[in-house]
Nanobody
């Protein structure tokens, strides 16, 4: 069955970096769109970054563009979110999610309704 497992979260000072990993299993990563979402207490869930099936389309939210980078390693069945220049407002639980969306669909789905499978999340706290 499809499984996603996030790791790499933690406490970091403002301006610091973290790399989140999403280990996947039970499906062919290249055939699925995959996204990183985050949710802070009292705030709506936000789609941070995503990559389409086939890797032809990548999206980053305005709030993280230029600081965060999504990538994937098909050999390791793992998706990464490199987060640089972290700010306190980046504090949230980060989730990876996936769905069997065709490459023509892209990956942008801010509500997350098209994403069928979700990991358990990893906490990122940016604080001095």
């Amino acid at each position: 069955q499809v499984q996603l497992a996030e790791s790499g979260g933690g406490l970091v000072q403002p301006g610091g970096s973290l790399r989140l990993s999403c280990a996947t299993s039970g499906f062919t990563l290249d055939l699925y769109a995959i996204a990183w979402f985050r949710q802070a207490p009292g705030k709506e869930r936000e789609e941070v970054s995503c990559i389409s099936s086939g890797g032809g389309s990548i999206y980053h939210a305005d709030s993280v563009r230029g600081r965060f980078t999504i990538s994937r390693d098909l050999a390791k069945n793992t998706v990464y979110l490199q987060m640089n220049s972290l700010k306190p407002e980046d504090t949230a639980v980060y989730y990876c999610a996936t769905a069997a969306l065709g490459p023509g669909y892209g990956c942008y789905d801010p509500a997350g309704y098209e994403y069928d499978y979700w990991g358990q999340g990893t906490q990122v706290t940016v604080s001095s």
